[in-house]
């Protein structure tokens, strides 16, 4: 396993729903991600808030898809997906929903009750 492929997960996750169904401001994200934000946001962000952040970690969700799936009297919940670009068309081919693009290269899909 290589750095750039944990990043490359690590970002997956940021990108995810968390585990309250909310999802980190994009500036949260860029920050774990260790960027230096856009413009003059980096400088009016609070990086010394320790708690902030600790109780933003703890609503990342890094389980895999085949864990996060939850049963509801026997029928499954929506399931969000991050995927890239090239993966897109594949899985709107096998009825997954489009519901957001993040960035140029990735997408967030919806699988519903029904697929």
Request: one cysteine or more; charged letters at 40%.
């Amino acid at each position: 396993m290589t750095p750039h492929c944990l990043r490359k997960a690590f970002k997956s996750v940021l990108r995810a729903p968390t585990k309250n169904g909310g999802r980190l401001d994009e500036g949260t994200q860029e920050f774990f991600m260790g960027h230096i934000l856009p413009g003059t946001q980096d400088e009016y962000y609070d990086k010394d808030n320790i708690e902030y952040h600790r109780e933003e970690y703890s609503k990342l969700d890094f389980s895999s898809d085949e864990e996060n799936i939850e049963f509801n009297g026997g029928e499954k919940k929506v399931s969000d997906k991050l995927v890239d670009e090239e993966e897109l068309s594949d899985y709107l081919e096998r009825g997954w929903k489009f519901v957001e693009k993040i960035g140029d290269e990735q997408f967030i899909i919806r699988r519903g009750e029904d697929s």
